[in-house]
């Protein structure tokens, strides 16, 4: 019996240290560090599995949908449409009015075209589209988030005047997908807008189309579609005739004050610092002012790359353990020491 009281005692000692030892390390588990770190955790897992198409481990983990992903989770949470890959066009009447003059918006661009004025940027001054031209995309500007380029209103003034009429488009360009070329699976950054695109002068072909989260659409003349470029996209043209479309950023409807603050407040942080000229008097954001040193460093990496591959990859992997070491192994490896 005295042998039972001690041992009863004895548990009654240990559990009640247990409080002393536990409240410190549950203390250091939601401090911000870690409340951040189950912020970036959660919204790149809702991200990686929103859509069928999905990218492989490290794609997903070096994808800038990643590290964009907490800015990103609100926008669909209180988004005023529908969270799919295609987005009815009916869901914003205002749109009509450049679907009714699309005649006038492909003269203009054919303009453009003859002149040979939509092209693309050899200068590095283009992050978000950096990738498109070397196979042979090209753009030419009308709106940048509320600035309309000056090269636009002396070429497409009547394009630009119907473009001013709406203000939920935030950009807007022409863009060429060259006859035999394609765009490889990618998702863009920003979910805060919805892209429209408005066929000019397409082959009129399935075999022209856009595929998002594996859903196609083959691009007409005079005909537009929306969908939500977040989800994986990719695009080619089979056919022999170079494809011109009217493309557009369109805000996104997203529900309460907050939302619509926070949508706007990124629009105007990330994407109208992301401006990028058609000819010298136009204007350059400052992410790509800074592209061009940056874009630096990744050519050294295609140069060790086409050196030797391997190397490339151990690099690559080993920088990208030295950046999760100090972004979230640190933290982990210190609180197991700790406690």
């Known amino acids: ?49 929103r859509g069928k198409v999905r990218y492989k481990f490290f794609r997903q983990l ?32 205002q749109l009509a009015e450049l679907r009714d003059n699309w005649q006038t918006i492909r ?30 995309w090209k753009r030419f500007y009308l709106k940048w988030y509320n600035d309309f380029h000056p090269s636009a209103k002396k070429y497409c003034p009547q394009t630009c005047e119907l473009i001013k009429g709406i203000p939920s488009v935030k950009a807007a360009m022409f863009a060429v997908l060259p006859a035999g070329s394609e765009l490889l ?15 000019l002068i397409t082959p009129n072909s399935e075999k022209c189309h856009i595929i998002v989260d594996g859903q196609s659409y083959a691009w007409k003349d005079g005909e537009d579609v ?22 557009c950023d369109i805000e996104r ?3 309460t004050v907050f939302g619509r603050g926070w949508n706007k407040f990124f629009g105007w942080f990330i994407m109208a610092s992301a401006a990028s000229p058609n000819m010298g008097n136009d204007k350059t954001g400052n992410i790509n002012k800074a592209f061009k040193y940056v874009y630096s460093i990744r050519r050294l990496g295609k140069a060790i790359k086409a050196y030797n591959r391997r190397l490339y990859y151990a690099i690559k992997y080993l920088l990208l353990l030295v950046i999760l070491y100090f ?7 210190n609180l197991i020491i700790k406690h």
Do not use: C
Not at 107 to 136: H, T, W
């Open 1 to 49: 019996m005295k042998i039972n009281r001690r041992l009863n005692r004895s548990r009654w000692i240990f559990l009640s240290d247990i409080p002393l030892v536990m409240s410190p390390l549950l203390a250091e588990l939601v401090s911000a560090k870690f409340i951040i770190l189950y912020i970036i955790i959660i919204s790149t897992v809702i991200v990686h599995y």
């Open 62 to 93: 070096t994808d800038h949908s990643t590290f964009m992903a907490p800015i990103n989770i609100p926008m669909y949470a209180l988004s005023g449409v529908e969270n799919k890959p295609y987005i009815n066009t009916s869901n914003f009447p």
């Open 107 to 136: 003269d203009e661009a054919l303009q453009l075209e003859r002149e040979e004025l939509i092209k693309g940027s050899d200068k590095y001054n283009d992050a978000g589209f950096n990738s498109f031209f070397r196979r042979g």
């Open 185 to 199: 699976q990618h998702r863009d950054p920003y979910a805060g807008s919805l892209r429209y695109h408005l066929g």
């Open 226 to 247: 929306m969908f939500d470029e977040t989800y994986i996209h990719y695009a080619e043209n089979k056919t022999d005739v170079d494809r011109i479309i009217l493309f």
């Open 253 to 255: 409807p997203v529900k």
């Open 327 to 333: 972004a979230v192994f640190r933290w982990v490896i």
